[in-house]
T-cell receptor, first 111, second 113 residues
Framework: NAGVTQTPKFQVLKTGQSMTLQCAQD?????MSWYRQDPGMGLRLIHY???????DQGEVPNGYNVSRSTTEDFPLRLLSAAPSQTSVYFC??????????FGPGTRLTVL | SQKIEQNSEALNIQEGKTATLTCNYT??????LQWYRQDPGRGPVFLLL?????KEKRKERLKVTFDTTLKQSLFHITASQPADSATYLC????????????FGTGTRLQVTL
């Protein structure tokens, strides 16, 4: 099993550009989530999904969109990047009420 | 408002000693609490889960306690080794929100020879 994979590992964007962070898992987990991690702020939940076709907002959803068309994939879209979105982004998956498995992260810089 | 607090200052201990990290929370009715380890440049890795009706959980050199009256969890690493140096995160799942975890900011542990 590859576990949770994320691409790209690093990305630099200019303000106003759009991009999609990819996340995939091969453990057949129904629950997937996106977090951002900033110094001194810890991990903050952006969006999560409890199954294909079902998504919901977390603590900091503004500026981000998600969709879940398959169990395996949970992409995170930035429609118009802003410097405040400079962060490290982690995707995670789990079974309901269980351990979360994290991907290696994407380090995003918005200039 | 809901809050999870971990000591933001680094904890420095000598090899062989027991490290104790604290996680305090307010305005939660936790279904369970988890501890994760995070190394620089990597994603968090799960260590232990303790449910609201459990007082203590152990795994090898790790021990977690959970006191819902004090609203506190303690995480112990006995016989610490330099390889235990990392940031340790606690995370809570509120009753009714199942897999939706809220994380503390983490405490960095440095174990020296």
């Amino acid at each position: 099993n590859a576990g949770v994979t994320q691409t790209p590992k690093f990305q630099v964007l200019k303000t106003g550009q759009s991009m999609t962070l990819q996340c995939a898992q091969d453990m057949n987990h129904e629950y997937m989530s996106w977090y951002r991690q900033d110094p001194g702020m810890g991990l903050r939940l952006i969006h999560y999904s409890v199954g294909a076709g079902i998504t919901d907002q977390g603590e900091v959803p503004n500026g981000y969109n998600v969709s879940r068309s398959t169990t395996e994939d949970f992409p995170l879209r930035l429609l118009s990047a802003a410097p405040s979105q400079t962060s490290v982004y982690f995707c995670a998956s789990s079974r309901q009420g269980a351990t979360q498995y994290f991907g290696p992260g994407t380090r995003l810089t918005v200039l | 408002s809901q809050k999870i607090e971990q000591n933001s200052e680094a904890l420095n201990i000598q090899e062989g000693k027991t490290a104790t990290l604290t996680c305090n929370y307010t305005n939660y009715s936790p279904a369970y609490l988890q501890w994760y380890r995070q190394d620089p440049g990597r994603g968090p890795v799960f260590l232990l889960l303790i449910r609201e009706n459990e007082k203590e959980k152990r795994k090898e050199r790790l021990k977690v306690t959970f006191d819902t009256t004090l609203k506190q969890s303690l995480f112990h690493i006995t016989a610490s080794q330099p390889a235990d140096s990392a940031t340790y995160l606690c995370a809570l799942a509120d009753t009714g929100t199942a897999s939706k975890l809220t994380f503390g900011t983490g405490t960095r542990l440095q174990v020296t020879l």
